[in-house]
């Protein structure tokens, strides 16, 4: 299953990214309220850091990073960008997503895996199929500006 979702996952992520779908928050908020709110963000993003440390395609690139930081600034990200009320602030405020992460020399592959464990982590809190594509659609386009190498 993981295997044919990957796939589906991989051409999904490239095709929303090739089409240049805008990374904005939703104007209204029924991903948010599908992904169960603040409460329910926090949940998906503790679990996706667990799978994403555990995750042999993945886990050496987090080694060095601050989980805990890392945590709240996902979690402000899925929130805005799901049409809830946070503000994404990002580590660094002066820095986009591509140059935050040109050193890390990110692989599609990789890219795809951490997409994978979100899916999952998302999966294990019961958040609708429906809604986890309307969030990976909003995410999809930062593929560009992540994927270095």
Request: charged share 25%.
């Amino acid at each position: 299953m993981m295997k044919k979702w990957s796939t589906w996952a991989a051409a999904g992520l490239l095709l929303a990214s090739s089409l240049g779908m805008a990374q904005t928050p939703y104007s209204e908020d029924s991903t948010y309220r599908g992904l169960g709110g603040k409460e329910g963000i926090d949940k998906i993003v503790a679990s996706f850091l667990t799978l994403v440390q555990q995750d042999v395609r993945v886990k050496e690139s987090f080694v060095d990073f601050d989980m805990e930081q890392l945590a709240g600034r996902l979690a402000e990200q899925l929130c805005e960008f799901s049409g809830g009320p946070c503000k994404y602030t990002g580590k660094y405020k002066d820095r986009d997503m591509e140059s935050s992460h040109v050193d890390l020399k990110i692989t599609n592959a990789q890219f795809n895996a951490v997409a994978e464990d979100l899916q999952l982590a998302m999966e294990r809190h019961g958040v609708p199929n429906s809604v986890q594509n309307k969030l990976i659609a909003k995410l999809a386009p930062m593929q560009r500006a992540i994927v270095t190498k």
